[in-house]
């Protein structure tokens, strides 16, 4: 079956270290894949995607992901961390085709910054 | 720009009483999408648009339906609301083409309070 995981709930990082978050997915195909960021009561904004070639991808803020087949995973780095970085990050697999696309969502992982 | 935008972004309603939220988007999107999220969860997908063919997901209560009019607009209506229906509703859009992924674009959400 389809999945995603975040194997880290909560995060919490100095501002100005650098910031690793996991993903690990179960996908049959070769995936779409994506991390969205979620401020506090706000929607979902798309950071970055994978859909095919280079396996580094270069996203907004500063962010980036690699994407590893070997290792199911698509990891999300940042070199150093701004307190505006703290917020809910969530990673999807996309999947279905034809009129049943969906995105296959981790529980996220909520990262802090500390000053 | 092009964008979601979702109405009101906070609602508040009774117990039992009907209320429908809105969204509407200038993407020109085919695909549209409604997704209910409470606290520290990730989103969970109630049902989708591909063009004029609902989706619904298996386990979304019948409490909630949805209508969309045209391209542009889609309506979540909650026939009788629970305290437990309290919740972020998340608009989202794609386009449904066989190129473009599943890369989702949502709107700021509608926070719904039940009283």
């Known amino acids: 079956a389809q999945s995603v995981t975040q194997p880290d709930i909560h995060i919490t990082v100095s501002e100005g270290a650098s910031l690793e978050l996991r993903c690990n997915y179960s996908?049959?195909?070769?995936?779409?894949l994506f991390w969205y960021v979620q401020s506090p009561g706000q929607g979902l904004q798309l950071l970055l995607k994978?859909?095919?070639?280079d396996t580094l991808v270069q996203g907004i803020k500063g962010f980036e992901a690699e994407f590893k087949r070997s290792q199911s995973s698509f990891n999300l780095r940042k070199p150093s961390v701004h307190w505006s970085d703290a917020a809910e990050y969530f990673c999807?697999?996309?999947?279905?085709?034809?009129?049943?696309?969906?995105?296959?969502w981790g529980l996220g992982t909520s990262l802090a910054v500390n000053p | 720009d092009a964008m979601v935008i979702q109405n009101p972004r906070y609602q508040v309603t009774q117990f039992g009483k009907p209320v429908t939220l809105s969204c509407s988007q200038t993407?020109?999107?085919?695909?549209m999408y409604w997704y209910q999220q409470k606290s520290s969860q990730a989103p969970k997908l109630l049902f989708h648009?591909?063009?004029?063919?609902?989706?619904n997901e298996a386990d979304t209560p019948d409490n909630f339906q949805s209508r969309r009019p045209n391209t542009s607009f889609c309506f979540l209506d909650i026939r009788s609301p629970g305290l437990g229906d309290a919740a972020m509703y998340l608009c989202?859009?794609?386009?449904?083409?066989?190129?473009?992924?599943?890369?989702?674009?949502f709107g700021p959400g509608t926070r719904l309070t039940v009283l």
């Open positions: 993407l020109n999107h085919n695909v």
């Open positions: 989202a859009t794609t386009k449904g083409t066989s190129g473009g992924g599943n890369e989702q674009f």
């Open positions: 996908y049959g195909a070769t995936p779409y």
């Open positions: 994978y859909f095919s070639g």
């Open positions: 648009y591909y063009d004029k063919d609902f989706n």
């Open positions: 999807a697999v996309g999947a279905g085709a034809g009129n049943n696309r969906k995105l296959i």
